[in-house]
């Protein structure tokens, strides 16, 4: 099991841009991929972005794609998610998975541990 943590949330305008970290401990991180996923009221929870373990393929939603970007540090446990040119509707709760295993996939199954949530509030 790993235990994931994620920062970086808040309130921004639409335009801007905001950072999310999410520490991973528990197990070794260099082992599994990673991915975002958010997860507005009333609505299932969607893929966003994801990356292998080793860091070589991204995916992403179309709807982020260009805007987006996914990375990770693998010396200090920690996924990124950039996020730019934001809009109202990313606006969102947040949550950062680990993959069962080196890749991933774009489903909520492909992922078996998930932080908390972040909220990410985008105002016009």
């Known amino acids: 099991q790993v235990e994931l943590v994620e920062s970086g949330g808040g309130l921004v305008q639409a335009g801007g841009s905001l950072r999310l970290s999410c520490a991973a401990s528990?197990?070794?991180?260099?082992?599994?991929?990673m991915g975002w996923f958010r997860q507005a009221p009333g609505k299932v929870r969607d893929f966003v972005a994801a990356?292998?373990?080793?860091?070589?393929?991204?995916y992403y939603a179309d709807s982020v794609k260009g805007r987006f970007t996914i990375s990770r540090d693998n010396a200090k446990n920690t996924v990124y998610l950039q996020m730019n040119s934001l809009k109202s509707e990313d606006s969102a709760v947040y949550y950062c998975?680990?993959?069962?295993?080196?890749?991933?996939?774009?489903?909520?199954?492909?992922?078996?541990?998930w932080g908390q949530g972040t909220q990410v509030t985008v105002s016009l």
């Open positions: 998975a680990a993959a069962r295993g080196s890749g991933v996939g774009v489903t909520t199954r492909s992922f078996g541990s």
């Open positions: 528990g197990r070794t991180f260099v082992n599994y991929g």
């Open positions: 990356i292998t373990s080793s860091g070589g393929t991204t």
